[in-house]
């Protein structure tokens, strides 16, 4: 017997559509590339994505054809995130941060038809548009008096103009919500990129999960800044979830430094804001010598990498705010787990609950995690062990696009997403990645968490940035040594930051060096380059070897 409610696809035209209904005149803010702030509303958004829906009608866009966007955290940005998927199409959001070959690579890989752009990435588009022969046409995301003339790209059109001259009534068509919504590629630090392929079912549920108070806990009471892009895994979903919320948007723009940052959430009451370390460490550094507070900010969404302890503590200590360490992945929409205590940790101690902060979380309701050994035999959860950690569920990658199927069976015939990461789970269901699987350092038979060292190095007041790889050792296979960078104005000795090591890690878990670089590798995504800093270190000896 099936139940007898009514049947609706969950797809990405109901949140826009909700949005406008239930709370139409919701704000949203956004720092445009003109340098200027341009404010309007959900109602306008939704009048605009409905613009957008028709031009893509009017170019004689097929369904599923891909419709890609290079552009920052903005308005326009966002009108393609409900436009493009709204209309059937599928939106394909590119990391201007790529290598251009790698950009004209999966451009042709997705068989883009269409490109809207910022215009702070016409010299990139110049690079790669004659690479393209499956896009018909360039937009430039701009008003028509800001086009470019003689950009040599032919064809190029103002945002503007082109949705300007459609009209904003649009039925959204009702299709199944299995189709493709949008998609992204991974950074492919290792082969071809690969991209995950969202549907309209993946991305609603995702919404709704990431709203929940234990996850992200986005509300309509909330004013709040992703610096986190959307041209990566959709920002982590916070336009889907926002427009479900209700949520007051504030969009940086370009401007991602941390004096530009700060200024936007006072300006505009930021009570929340979602980055990885790397930025949240550059607004750090902006407040500290400057002695400013946050007046409004409560929450930060910090994940993507480890968010080291010291971080955790600085933003709560020092501003008050509550810092949620997420993890997840491209291939989960992204978001896996979110750390936040359970009702039973509320009467421990400050440290106690610090240990617990600092693991990367509860799996989100959708998200079912294990970790395994080798032979695929599920380990204990006892927050010692470790194992490759895998994951299902209906917002996890089944096949790549046009690729394989990484997925593993079990016994029962459930199948896996093997994430490529080590970690270990507590009997509370906490998770904690030790390390991406090739990034762990094997010594004498044991392993070593990367992160961990990395983490006790972050907390010396005078680096500014950590990353710890293995060398190889002749007795050991490998040991490992930490290469830092520090802050403006301070000073270190290699003999100091070992002396830090004592007491806080095992003797043998100690670095065996230190290494004083200029700057740490950074890839697309604002991760650390460990394949790259490996290059920059391929002289070093170790001592006494
Ligand atoms: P990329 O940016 O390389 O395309 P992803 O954004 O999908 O790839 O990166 C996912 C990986 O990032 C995870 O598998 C994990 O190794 C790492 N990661 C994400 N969040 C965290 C976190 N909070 N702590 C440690 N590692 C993390």
Avoid at 215 to 226: E, G, I, K, Q
Avoid at 314 to 330: C, I, K, N, R
Avoid at 388 to 394: E, I, M, Q, S, Y
Wanted: glycine share 8%.
């Amino acid at each position: 017997m099936l139940g007898l409610m009514q049947d609706q696809p969950l797809l990405i035209s109901s949140l826009i559509e909700f949005a406008e209904r239930h709370h139409g005149d919701g704000e949203i803010v956004s720092r445009r590339v003109e340098g200027d702030i341009h404010r309007y509303t959900y109602r306008d958004l939704a009048a605009r994505s409905r613009r957008l829906a028709n031009a893509l009608d009017a170019l004689q866009l097929q369904f599923s054809d891909r419709v890609a966007s290079l552009a920052w955290n903005g308005y326009r940005h966002l009108e393609m995130y409900f436009g493009v998927s709204g209309s059937g199409r599928v939106l394909h959001t590119i990391n201007p941060r790529l290598h251009p070959d790698q950009i004209a690579w999966i451009m042709n890989h997705a068989e883009d038809r269409v490109l809207c752009f910022d215009l702070s990435f016409l010299p990139l588009v110049q690079a790669v548009h004659a690479k393209c022969p499956t896009v018909k046409k360039w937009v430039a995301l701009c008003d028509a008096d800001r086009l470019p003339q003689d950009s040599g790209i032919p064809g190029l059109a103002s945002y503007e103009e082109w949705i300007g001259g459609h009209p904003s009534d649009y039925v959204w068509p009702q299709f199944d919500e299995n189709t493709a919504s949008s998609m992204c590629y991974t950074s492919g630090t290792t082969g071809d990129p690969k991209a995950a392929l969202y549907s309209h079912r993946s991305t609603t549920l995702h919404a709704y999960a990431a709203a929940l108070p234990d996850v992200m806990c986005l509300s309509a009471r909330d004013s709040v800044l992703p610096v986190v892009p959307m041209f990566h895994v959709n920002a982590w979903g916070i336009p889907y979830s926002a427009a479900l919320t209700g949520c007051k948007l504030v969009f940086p723009g370009p401007a991602m430094d941390g004096k530009s940052i700060y200024e936007l959430m006072e300006a505009e009451g930021v009570t929340y804001a979602a980055g990885v370390p790397t930025v949240w460490q550059m607004l750090l550094s902006h407040l500290k010598p400057t002695g400013l507070k946050f007046s409004t900010l409560k929450r930060t969404v910090i994940g993507g990498s480890a968010c080291p302890p010291a971080m955790i503590t600085a933003f709560q200590d020092d501003y008050g705010v509550e810092v949620l360490h997420a993890w997840g992945m491209t291939e989960m929409s992204p978001l896996g787990t979110l750390c936040t205590l359970k009702n039973k940790h509320l009467s421990l101690p400050k440290d106690e609950q610090m240990k617990i902060l600092q693991k990367q979380g509860r799996a989100i309701y959708g998200v079912d995690m294990k970790i395994v050994d080798g032979n695929g035999k599920e380990l204990p959860w006892d927050g010692k062990t470790y194992g490759d950690l895998l994951v299902r569920g209906p917002w996890i990658l089944d096949t790549y696009y046009q690729g394989d199927s990484p997925l593993m069976p079990d016994a029962q015939g459930r199948n896996w997403f093997p994430t490529g990461d080590v970690a270990t789970i507590d009997a509370d269901g906490f998770m904690q990645i030790t390390d991406r699987s090739k990034d762990v350092i094997k010594s004498g038979g044991e392993w070593i968490s990367s992160i961990d060292i990395e983490n006790i190095a972050m907390g010396h007041p005078a680096i500014a940035m950590a990353a710890c790889i293995g060398m190889p050792h002749p007795k050991w296979d490998e040991r490992p040594i930490v290469a830092v960078t520090l802050k403006p104005g301070m000073q270190a000795t290699r003999e100091e930051l070992l002396q830090f090591y004592e007491g806080k890690t095992a003797k043998w878990q100690i670095p065996d060096d230190v290494v004083f670089v200029d700057a740490i590798p950074l890839g697309a995504t604002g991760k650390m380059l460990k394949v790259k800093l490996r290059e920059v270190l391929k002289d070093y000896q170790l001592p006494g070897v």
